[in-house]
C-alpha cells in the first residue's frame, strides 16, 4: 500500500455517537480496544437494537431497513475478540436474560404437562414455547430463517471468525446460500420450503453481520466470485493501523457501563406496529426537508457522479451503490439513538444532523475499503476478459488467456481461479480436453452469455 493511500485512511469518527457511547468507546481505548473496532462493532449492536422496529422510507417503494454487514480486520493478537466482546456486552446480557426466561418457560411448560397427563386431560396439554434470543452464532442460512420466524425484530449473525461464514456459504448448495444472504442484505421476503413440515416464510427479515477476519483471509471475501455477484459490496471493513499493545491498569468506571447499557435498554424497549396483515411491522421514518435535500446532494456529488464516470472501476461502482443505502441506514440508526439519549427532539422524521454524521461513517467505511483494494491483489477486468473470450468466438483455452494476459490474467494460477470463479457464476464451462499428440490435456473454456 502506498504512503497516500495510508495518509488517507481515516480513524473512526466516534463523535457521531450520542455522549454515552463516545465515553464507553473513550474507555474502551483505556484497555487498549481500538476505536474502530469498538466504534464499528457498536454500530452492528445498536442496529441489532433497534431491529425491525424501524425503517427509513425514501419514498414509497424505497425502504431502508438496518441491517449491517460489519467486519473488523486485524492480524492476530490486536485484540479483536476483546473489541467485540466489550461492544456486545449490551446485546449479550439481553441473550443471557431471554435464555434464563425460556429456561424458566420451559420448566413451566414440563410442569403442566406433567399434570396435564396426570389428570388424563388431552385438552389441557400446553404448547411448547420457542424462545426468543438476539445473537446467532454457527447458524445454517435454513436455521436461521426458522429464528427470523421466532424472533420478528431481527437478529444478529455473529461469527468470532467471519471467515467461517463466507466458507458456509455455500457449503451444502453451491450459490443457493449465497443468494440467501444477498436477499437478507436487503431484508427483502424470505421462504423455506421444509419437506415435513410447512414452509417458513418471513415477510421482513432484518438480520445484520458482526465478526473479525484477518487480512490473510480477505481474499475468501472478495474471490470466489463474490466481487461479481456484489457479495463483498455489502460488507462493511474496519482496518485500522495496528496500535501498541499495553498493561491495562484500570477498569472503565460503574457510571459509564450502565450509561451504555441504558441506551440500550431503551433501544430494545422501542415498539413495532402492527397492521391487519403483518404481525410484526415497522414504523417507517421519512426524511425532513433539510435531509433529504442533503441527502439527494450527496447522492448526486458523492455516488451518481463517480459511478457515471467511465473511469471509475467496475468493482469501486458496486461498492458506492451499496453505500448510497448504508448512508440511509447510518442516518437511522444514528437518529433514532440520538433520540433516545435525548439528542434529537423528535423520531418523526430524519434530520439533516443525522444525515451528515451518517457521511462521515460512509467516508470512514469508504476509506477502508480502499485500503483493502490498494493492499490486495487487484482483480481482473472481467468485461474484458469476458469480450475476449466472445472476440474468439466463445471458446478459448486456458493456456489463451494467460498468454494473452487479457484483463490481468497475466499466470496460469490467476487464469485457473478465473475459470473457477466463472464457472461456479455460470458464465463458463470448463473441460479437459486431451491433447491430438499425447501430452497433458488441455482446459478448454466456453462462454454461456
Sequence with gaps: MNAAKSSSLLTFPTSVFPKPLREYIEHGSSQNYPDDFVGAALLACLATAIGASHELEVNANWHEPTTLFIAI????????????NYAMKAIRTRQKQQIQAHMLAIQQYDEQMRQAKANKDSCALPE??????TIVEDATVEALIGLLAQNPRGLLNFRDELASWTRDLNRYRA???????????SAGSITYNRKTQAPLFVERP?????????????????????????FSDRVLFAYPNPIARCVVKVSVPITIREAYASVFERLFALSHISDGDSEYAPHLIPLDHEARAAFEQWSEDYINRKINDPNTPAREKGVLSKLEAYLLRFALILHITAYVCKEEGS?????ASSICRAMRLVEYFKSHYDKIAASSSPLPDTDKVINWIREKGGTVTKRDIYRAKVGGLDTQAKATAFILDHVGLGVLVAEEVPQKHGGPSQTVVHLLI
Design 175 to 185: 450459490g443457493s446460500d449465497e443468494q440467501r444472504w444477498l436477499s437478507l442484505w
Design 73 to 84: 480486520v486485524g492480524d492476530a493478537g490486536v485484540r479483536k475478540s476483546s473489541s467485540l
Design 347 to 351: 423520531c418523526e422524521a430524519i434530520s
Design 128 to 133: 411448547l414455547p420457542s424462545g426468543e434470543q
Design 206 to 230: 432484518v438480520v445484520s453481520v458482526l465478526g473479525g477476519l484477518q487480512p490473510a483471509v480477505l481474499s475468501e471475501v472478495f474471490g470466489q466470485g463474490k466481487s461479481e455477484n456484489g
